[in-house]
């Protein structure tokens, strides 16, 4: 590490002390102030090992954005039983602050999960790694993300119909986004493309930070309406929808699991780890009938009579997939696992939104801006002891806002077919940036090192800025996960294979080149936004900007939108690398069920956290159905 690392170093962890006081301060207030965030009465209760019963109708494993969902629709027939395994605890009451959504990546509630390091792409992570951060804790990734509400393209749902998905078009999947929301934006109450009553609430932020209103502003000067990017229309831009109840997080573990956690026929298990799926293999026909899992270092069998459902994750259901004997033959020899059945597919096909991280933009506050707020973020200015205490007793201020994605933009590229509705990048458009948090949050998360930080932004530091991050949408490079050995406590090997397709990059920085032209609008530029000064030192022998240094610049800061998805995919039993059909049944196995981000055959054009929650409900109908009489 440069001596200017080690600097940074030093700065970083005295600032860390500061907040860790501030996070103290506020985890005593929310006891103190906020019942509503306690919420003890309706909190989930773990049954006791020596409580299971002998047998369920289903064991669902993973208690995340899809398990939660398929949990609570499940145990609304009185006469099933269903028992719901989740490895982590429940959520933290923290988590529940949308500006303190950050601090859960930094949690046991966090897999931990990185990608196996790269020299073609986070050549500016440690180890050149990039943090994938994975959910360990009952409402799974719901609990860890940013809280956006966003359903994807027409086209996607549609495109997955095409390649031999029947019932998995725009037109019948709209119907489960509606069935779980809970609309209360009250421009889109009467939409129809949203509902109310549903147990998934849907709300606007409740803070916004100044900024934002001119950089909503100049993408409008660019060429683009506010839309509803969940409506009929998604390109545009919009203030950010989030997955919240009263400003605070609604995680699939409060809306789902705490209304049907009381429900005699709902066994929830945590702190629980599935070790494998249970296969029996009589007269040539093989099926699961159980889940084996271990709670503190002894090991249950939970028998099911009707089906196991697998809702661990794009990256943990392929994992327990092939501890299970499910994958490809191969590798399952390679790493000492006994094959039950050949699936090829299983880990293959994974998909993520790759960004482009680390752009930082100066900007001057208007001369007449009188506002008691900081115009942007400022960890100093933005979090303080009065803020914790505003939130806490008045229930308002800043630890209401999302910094990192107050709004956000669905743009065409040149590559995109501007007469179509399906823009090829999603910009988030944020009020804090790398310098302005400190080094704390955003660069933390994604696992900068210290030397690439002291570069880019020491001499810069808590100077009024904003951020904003591209993303594509729809990656044509593929990657995979398997697994490093049969030991299920170690993490799975994740190799994203990032712009493996050149055609990526040259999107994605056309996205990189629209929020340089936003500061050639008339309304950042009476901000005076500028670029940040400083170059990558390995990029600086190319003309800023220009395609060349934004190709440099993306495989440096290369940027998760923690989106994995596609490693079980979907598709008909002529695809040999499809694991599940269009009921999500895995091929070649009976009473198995993946439901989940895995299954996605494409990934969908924005945040997946809303597709997920829709597959789960889509998931519960069909085996509602099939199992009526």
Known sequence: MSVGGWLTALRIGATLLFQARIAILLQLLIVQFRPDIADRESRVKSVSPLNLRNEYDFVVAGAGSAGSVIANRLSENGNWTVLLVEVGLDEPEISDVPLASAISEFTPHNSQIKTEPSKNYCQAMNKQQCNWPHGRVLGGSSVLNSMLYIRGNKRDYDSWESLGNPGWDYDSVLPYFKKSEDMRIEEYKNSPYHHTGGYLTVEYFKYQTPVIKYLVKATTELGYDIVDANGATQTGVTNSHGTLRDGLRCSTA??????????????????????????????????????????????????????????????????????SGVGPKDHLDAVGVKTVHHAPGVGENLQDHVAMGGMTYLVNPPANYTGKDPFTFNLFESITEKDVEEFAVERKGKLYALPTSEAMAFINTKYANKSDDHPDIQLFLSSISHESDGGIFVSRASHVNNDFYAEMYENIIYEPSYGS????????????????????????????????????????????????????????????????????????????????????????????????????????????????????????IKGLRVVDASIMPTITSGNTNAPVIMIAEKAADMIKEEWKS
Not at 258 to 271: E, F, G, H, Q, Y
Not at 297 to 322: D, H, N
Request: proline residues 7%.
């Open 254 to 323: 409060k809306a789902f699991l705490r209304p049907a956690s009381k429900r005699k026929n709902l066994d929830v298990s945590i702190l629980s780890t599935v070790e494998k799926i249970l296969i029996s293999e009589d007269n040539d026909t093989k099926r699961a009938y159980g889940v084996q899992f271990r709670i503190d270092g002894i090991s249950y069998k939970a028998v099911a009579k009707r089906e196991v459902i697998l809702s661990a994750g794009a990256l943990q259901s392929p994992q327990l997939l092939m501890l």
């Open 469 to 588: 991050i591209p993303l594509l949408l729809r990656p044509r490079s593929r990657g995979y996960v398997k697994l490093r050995s049969s030991d299920v406590d170690e993490l799975p090997m994740v190799v994203p294979n990032y712009f493996h397709d050149p055609h990526d990059l040259n999107v994605l920085i056309e996205g990189a080149n629209f929020i340089y032209n936003l500061t050639q609008t008339p309304t950042l530029k009476s901000l005076n936004a500028r670029a940040n000064p400083n170059r990558i030192p390995e990029c600086s022998s190319f003309k800023f900007p220009s395609d060349d240094y934004w190709k440099c610049h993306a495989r440096f800061y290369t940027s998760t939108i923690y989106h994995p998805c596609g490693t079980c995919k979907m598709g008909p039993a002529t695809d040999k690398m499809a694991v599940v059909d269009h009921r999500l049944k895995v091929h070649g």
